[in-house]
């Protein structure tokens, strides 16, 4: 009974598409010429990733000390960029998992584009992990493999360690979901294509389907258990995250809320991201009739939830900070608020806490204009966060002779500025090759949550909503 | 492996709705047609049962495949840290699996997932020089193909031509392979 639903529910697909619509509407900015837009915005990326590569290769030629670290702050831009980077690659799984689960339909629409953001932050994320190292030729050392240096294994106990295992599995498994979901939809471009080279290349990638009823249920199956699986691996990252700080005795990091804090949060500036990505690619590629003011404000419900989670978060550090009575952990939270770095910590207040209150208005969670900025001012917040807990947490440690700031160079810019040439080029490349929402998912959506029915058939009239129980007489 | 038997002369009925199309499916097989396969463009809930599809053992193989994983990280923190090189860090024992469950688990759902999609691309025959076989290219876009092979069933072809337009085929081609 799956084409069963409410008759009071607002419609996700408007437009009164068929199913050819769909093919046709998704498929056709993969088959066309690229439009003059997508080549310039390419171009920009393209040229901004060869700046950062650039800056990149001299920060590895020359060594770690042309960022702005030194001995009291050891961790700055670097890992502030890692974490707010895996923080975005949270929402793809989440919405393709969880929402899964949930039956979400609205889910159907984003959930393509999402998961691709998700493994290219996830790159991102990776990047700053091989440069943080400093050596990325000796980056296998993070691995438990045999070695000629004794029986020198990697420490289990340590939770950089849990990293690299937890982020490796979510980089991996997110791609085979990502790629599974996208075999149909390579199917159906790849019955379509006009050219011998793109039915061999889509072809090679849709490997073979044919979209036969038992592969479709072992498919079902498939998706349902790896959406089980990501579930508790999309918590488990950002939590094991959260550990590299928690576990430390670094006052203002050890803190026991730290991992549903994390995970909160990593939603919260996820969607947001997903928010500015699917804004553009609705305009750009005229998918409004897909992606709708429904499904902006379904994502803007989840960013209010998320970001007054991290605000009660906040608040609870602070209360514990005094509460506990621990004089370092006291004084390591006010310093964060009336400290050196207090404009950090009151941007990230402002921009985290106070402004996507402005969600709870059903006017400005509608309004495309609203939420494109409230989403950029969120990830503005949720880099100040990251930059917060890191650097003001270390910048003034239990030795008041050894106190300092941070100060970036034009490296600890430029190597962030990498980050968004790598992430913007893969997404360009994505948004142009393969197609942006999920045909196939989409299509099953249609006769529940169509605006119109789009074909006339057993005996229903064009144009009636699909709620009508007696039109799913058949199904059992 | 996938359907080995996808030759010879086929029949096909086209549909232009999943509902019409599943509702075919068991009045095909009430007038005594053997219906090879249905090709949708997306998932019909139902459609495996009504075709009488026996039931896919894909989670069987997902949960062997995360045990696989769990007793590889077992194995794999017991003899480095437990065995091999035994080290005492932030007080716990050498070998102290509460630690080691962030890794244990990352490991149980990689083999998983892993493990999980291997099968399910093996045992549909799916890869990347695999030819699809297409009843009808429209089935990856807005239709929906039900293949009947002529040599399985004793009833004649256009006999069987009936059934499917009357059951609601638009059309109904011959495909042969």
Redesign the interface.
Known sequence: MSHVTSAVRTPLVTGGKTYADVTEDISKQVEGNPTREWTIAFTIAVIVLTYGTACLFWTWWEGLGVWGLNKTVGWAWDITNFVWWVGIGHAGTLISAILLLFRQKWRTAVNRAAEAMTIFAVICAASFIMMHAGRPWVAYWCLPLPNTLGSLWVNFKSPLVWDVFAISTYFTVSLVFWYMGLIPDLATIRDRAKSKVSRYIYGAFAMGWNGSAKTWARYEYMSLILAGLSTPLVLSVHTIVSFDFATSVIPGWHTTIFPPYFVAGAIFSGFAMVQNLVLIIRVVFKLEDYITVEHIESMNKVITLTGSIVGVAYLTEFFIAWYSGVEFEGYAFINRATGPYWWAYWAMMTCNVITPQLFWSRAIRRSIVWTFVLSVVVNIGMWFERFVIIVTSLHRDYLPSSWAMFHPTLFDISDYIFSFGLFFTLFLLFSKFLPVVNMAEVKTIIKSSSEKLPVSVSGVAKGERVANPTFNKNVE | MS?AHDNGKFLVGIF?????V??AVKEVKNAGVRIH????????????VA?G?PR?R??IA?FLFGLSGTLTALA??FY??GF??P?I??G?DSY?PI??V??I???T??F???G??GT??V?????????????D??????KFAMAIDLSKNNIGESDIEQILKKSGAAEVNVKQF
């Open positions: 359907d232009d709705d999943d509902d019409v599943l509702q396969e249905v090709y949708s463009p997306f998932p019909i809930h139902g459609l495996d075709l599809h896919t894909l989670g997902a794999l923190t480095t840290e091999d090189w080290m860090v932030g716990k102290s630690v080691y962030p890794v688990f990352e490991l759902v990689l998983c997932a892993l999980m999609v399910f691309l045992s549909n025959g799916l890869g990347p020089t695999v030819k699809p076989l297409m009843y290219l429209r089935t990856t876009d807005n």
